[in-house]
């Protein structure tokens, strides 16, 4: 058996057994942590609504896209210094059945007034080799 996934109890991250090279024992694997949120939700479950006015709120959203399944998570995006909206959110469902039928529904709709886009919300890359967020000489004090 070259890789078995096995799901210990919810209080700890699922663990991948890989085999150590030129070892064929099962014994003789190294464990991996996963991040249990990986095995949550289904990749294509979240969505992403764009051009939202900003007097849209998170419990609005929560009443138009509850009609197409079950809503987890609402997220309106937010300017941290102003803490206004940014005009987007996400919207995390229980399946991908129920994202793409509010996708399909919602997409180019109006929401308060504003024309909404709706699209499936893509993962995040590690940011691990990125760009620094900014640049130059560290601040003196």
Known sequence: MLGAITFPSSAT???LRVPVLGYSNV???RLLKLRACLFDFPLASKIIVRNLSHSTS???LQKEFSNFGE???VKIVKDEATKK???YAFVQYTSQ???MLALENMDCKYIDGRLVHVELA???KNTFGAY???SGPPPTT
């Open 13 to 15: 991250p699922p663990t």
């Open 122 to 124: 893509k993962p995040v």
């Open 27 to 29: 014994r003789n694997s």
């Open 71 to 73: 809503v987890v998570e």
């Open 132 to 134: 620094p967020r900014s």
């Open 58 to 60: 998170e419990a609005k």
């Open 85 to 87: 909206s940014r005009g």
């Open 97 to 99: 059945d129920d994202a």
